[in-house]
């Protein structure tokens, strides 16, 4: 069970008008049929395509999946003019006779949400239960685990290339499950942004930063920390004047790290609210740079000071052959933008050798530190500050800088 959703649905429907905009699925029923006529496609909503597939094997359905999107990211035909539809794909697979209808399309709603949260297709095994009940589960925990303090923030340092020192933090969430341990974000941010559960739980991580904040200042690290707003809370009205209150009341020097693609849904409305942030001082930077949607013409409109480049790219700098190209060129456009540039996933001094040579601003990353407890960030900036933890790669660099030169 696959499903399409039209990403930029709102835009295209300025585009071609309200009328017209309804059936846009139906063309997009049309295309893929025409790709691949055994596919059985039908429109779910104005802006959803379900289809159902029979692959031999998982491995010709991640096929399926990658022509789908070498499909999208070429613009379509709509009466003889091109559109560009941007997608989110997510898809529930299972063995044949392994899984009911009703589980399969669960999953595949699941695998949706994930996919926009991670602006990444995402495929499900929805023959495995007990992982999938898992979630599900989780997610109905999570209002509670908020009151009873089960959840907490970590912290990882952007590092300033050329200044060797910290230049900011990113609170990351996590929870500390009663029974599971500890569980990462990623098994529970997505599901909180369709419950709504969204809105309580980053105002509480406000309040946390508030209050970790001061401590930092009283161990004499006046440092900005930044936080991950979901796409959601942008159009949320409600939330935007509640964190800024918080904000302002407290004089926090915060920043917050938003993805673009969750700017495309209401562009107009979360740009308002980014300049509200803009305006009371918050930093904002741009999560994920690369790894989902991207539009020259929203980067242009936001009032981002920081773009941090997805770590998929960072990861395989040195491995690869077109990610250094991708990266540079990042690095570029962000400085003719004049935003600074912070590459995510660094985890090797090669990397950042690299990253240095090219001009990148910050890094973050295991290399430089792994995310880690209030108190253990304070221990890194103590021993940083004493010089006692040495993060200059500066005669890395020199030597590798030769060799880059030198191509
Ligand atoms: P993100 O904001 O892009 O955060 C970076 C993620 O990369 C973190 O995963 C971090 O632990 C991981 N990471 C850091 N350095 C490295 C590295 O060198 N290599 C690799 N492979 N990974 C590295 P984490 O903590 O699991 O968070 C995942 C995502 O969950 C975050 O991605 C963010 O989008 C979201 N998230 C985390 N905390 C919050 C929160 O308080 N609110 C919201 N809405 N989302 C959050
Ligand atoms: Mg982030
Ligand atoms: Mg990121």
Redesign the pocket.
Known sequence: MVMIEIANYAMLRRHVGARRAETLTSDIVATLTAMEPSIDARAAGRDRVELEIAAESRGALDDLLADFGTLFAEPLTFDAEPYLVEVTLGAAAAAAGECDEVRLLEEAEHALAEARSERRAVVRDATRTSATIDRIALARELPAAIQNNELFL?Y?PKLHVRQHKVGSL????RWRHPVRGLV???DF?PLAEQSRD?GP??LW?IRQVIEDQRRLAEAGFDLRVF????GVLLTDTAFVRQACALIEASGATMGF?ITETSVIRDPQSAIAHLNVFADIGIVIAI??YGAGLSSLAYLKQLPARELKID?LFV?QLTSSNRDPLIVRSTIDLAHALEMEVVA????TPAALALLSVMGCDMV????IS??VCLDAIITFLREQAKGTRTIEPSAMIQQLRRGWVRG
């Open positions: 970590q990882q990113e609170a990351l969430i990462l974000p990623g941010i969204i739980l980053t991580t936080i991950n707003i979901a790290e999560d994920d770590k990861t995510e996933g660094v985890e973050q990353g295991f290399l792994r995310p």
